[in-house]
């Protein structure tokens, strides 16, 4: 960079091909994106296969980037067609594969080398210990949960300097902990890491008689920082959005595109460009979590939905119309809001469709500050805000895709032609020789053509395959110059058309080869499980710390070690320790539970994994024969693939529970997938999971407290929402939801 600075990559959404195509004008270093299957965001427009392979010219010929999101959990029955997307993006060449589930890590590394992986946010890795395993596991970069404060991601950097970290500067914020989310799942059977989240925090709940949006939090905004970012040695910087418009993809690019390149952020222009994207989509902004660990400013809990930037105020009110002076220049049918009678609650949306001056004359536009009529129903008030929400000379064109070439594969080969007629052309393809032959008329040519000049401008016609053939050498074995063959051209076209026939049928035939491989690995290397004769899988809810009988919002998880020795002074017989799956400053309490377990040999302790960082737990106590380990309800068991990693990395591993948003469907399957070496469990009925576990605490972000300073540190609240009720636990500076048990 031109100031000495470390390069930085500008990271945009694409949930669309029109959308990518506009990050990459506006600036965008790359862009990230999800095909129509496995992607977190389902709802998306997303890409088709042709779409990417197009996208893929278009990049390459910028020098960007295209990064795939491949992060849902995959269920166990979709290996063929999980398998098939990735042998399709490695093909393909994109630059780098997105991924929340650990079964599909597994797949990546032994089958798929050349692509590079990185974790999902959905992995909610947060700290040191868990980017360490992450590096050993061979990943190229780690999106870092959003919940990370600067000085969090400065002790990452420095712990790790040779792995790349990935940030999100900008969009909506979850209120639960990146990835930890089970609302949607648990209560409407479409699971947000399917990529169906129905985003029940945007819903509006009853507390204490008052209605309020109290888990909908206000949107990402990090303009200040991207600076300070960027000179820690981030790698990328993440734009949130597969969900938005091309427009806003377009103008939120160019507006940290500027910063980065040097614009000061107290400049007219800075002002103008953070005024248009706020026209494309704008929530109350907030640096999240980006300062402080509990979140700054972090809820908006009056209105969750797009405000737009103040246009004016209302200066007269009349008779099913009222008069505003715009700010700025206004145009038919460009969108404006305010709310009804001042109530947050109650926005009005309306078309600017009919702008009458002051002379009583109807415009097609209107200048800033000149006053201007508008009907509506029901009006504003006198006095009131209006806030813009759309303009008409943001809107874009769609890109046709078919502006660019199909991005291919290129491959040599080889054509041999027999003195017989007999012709082969072949190549070969990640070790594997695909062939095809035919039988041919060889006659003198005509006139002077360069048969491998021939050979090689019809292969490389290949249609809508993946591969293209970039160079052809020729054996001439018919005793005729390479000027003097000539082939009827029907003859040969048959005869590249069975070639790349092989080639589709070869890698099919390689991803049915990887599947069945997959398939006939042993879940567990070495045999029988090391669970302890005799053992009884208690049943989940009482493995709660303080669980009671018919108790309301079990806190499910040992928070500290203090915790975890008053559970081992009271436990008579084995002791059960399931961890709390956030920890930002993990290494004193996982060497104080270590040495909870080595203290007391006598003693058998199971010890519950619900991230990532835990792993180095488990591998500190490998040679603790009184320590057993359970990959508990967060760590999300999907499939034999993600059982298989955990059974390789974690010594006496002695069961697994399924994926808790799967239901009993989804336990059967996995069950019927995992052989005798490891068993698997399920969650059950009887317990009640967190819904949301959130840093964000709900005490001083609804303003229910007097302030930190002042806190009882442990809260509950009753909030209602139709006919469920809910229990808000706040332990700690930590939030859970819990459904009410019915």
Known sequence: MPDGKPAIELLAPAGSFSAAIYAFEAGADGVYLGLGE??????????????????????????????????????DGETPAVVETLAFLDDVGVDGVIIQDLGLGLILREHFPRLAVHASTQLAVHNAAGVAELKRLGFARVVLAREVPFEGIRGIRAAHPDIELEVFIHGALCYSFSGLCLASGMLLGRSGNRGECAQLCRNYYRLNGEDG?????????????VLRLRDLGVAALKIEGRMKAPAYVRQHVALYRALLDGLRPDSPQYRELKRTAGLTFSRQPTRGYFHRPGGEALIGNRYPGHRGVPIGTVTRVGAGVFTFGPERRLERRDGLMFFENDDPMRPVRFAADALTDECGVERGFVTAGRPVTLPVQPLPRRGQTLYQISARSLDLKEVSPERFPLAKRGLAATVCLGVNG????????????VEATAEVSVQPARGARDFRNVLAGLFAESDLSLYTVESVAFDNQTGLADDAVFVPPSQLKALKNAFYRRLDEAWAASIAETVGALRAVPVRPGGAPPAPVGLVIPPRQRLSPGHAEGAVAEIPFVGSVAEARRIADSADGDVWLPLEPVCLEPDACLAGIAELVRSRPERRFFIGLNNLHHLALARALADAANAFFFADFLLYVANRHSARFLAMEVPRLAFVYSWIEGG??????????????LPAARVGDGFSPPLFYSLGCFVRHNRLGKGCDTCMKNYAFELRNGPETFDVRVKDCVTYLFRRRR
């Open 38 to 75: 496995f992607s977190a965001r389902k709802a998306a427009v997303n890409f088709t296969r042709a779409e990417l392979r197009r996208l893929k010219t278009a990049a390459a010929a910028g020098g960007r980037r295209i990064y795939v999101a491949v992060n849902t959990l995959i269920g």
């Open 213 to 225: 949006y109290w888990f909908s939090c206000n949107d990402l905004a990090l303009e200040e920082d």
């Open 422 to 433: 007999a012709i082969r052309a072949w190549a070969t393809v990640d070790g594997r020789r």
């Open 664 to 677: 009993e469907a989804g336990h059967q399957a996995l069950v019927s997938a995992l052989d005798a070496t």
